[in-house]
């Protein structure tokens, strides 16, 4: 059974830090990319960040380019998403998400999921 089981999420004031973490199970960790997205109320899904099997690419969405960094790490099996100054507008639900190999940024494009936790950023 393929788990993923995010946390680390909360309120934070705007230009604060949060670190997310994704727990991954059931799946030959080593050979996934992992992807992260968000979801506002009355927004899609949204690409954030991805890290390719081996961590050796990553690749982000512009609105986090220079404030978010993703991280693996293929012998404990998570992932993390370090998101530093952020703002109102990063308010949403993160998940974290597993396909094989390589990045997309469609959220289709990936197999496994996790539920999501909140980040709400204040003004």
């Known amino acids: 059974q393929v788990q993923l089981v995010e946390s680390g999420g909360g309120l934070v004031q705007a230009g604060g830090s949060l670190r997310l973490s994704c727990a991954v199970s059931g799946l030959p960790f080593s050979t996934y990319a992992m992807g992260w997205f968000r979801q506002a109320p009355g927004k899609e899904r949204e690409f954030v960040g991805g890290?390719?099997?081996?961590?050796?690419?990553?690749d982000y969405a512009d609105s986090v380019k220079g404030r978010f960094t993703t991280s693996r790490d293929n012998v404990k099996n998570t992932v993390s998403l370090q998101m530093n100054s952020l703002r109102p507008e990063d308010t949403a639900v993160y998940y974290c998400?597993?396909?094989?190999?390589?990045?997309?940024?469609?959220?289709?494009?990936?197999?496994?999921w996790g539920q999501g936790t909140q980040v709400t950023v204040s003004s």
């Open positions: 890290i390719k099997y081996n961590g050796a690419t990553t």
């Open positions: 998400a597993a396909r094989s190999w390589t990045i997309r940024t469609k959220a289709d494009d990936y197999s496994y």
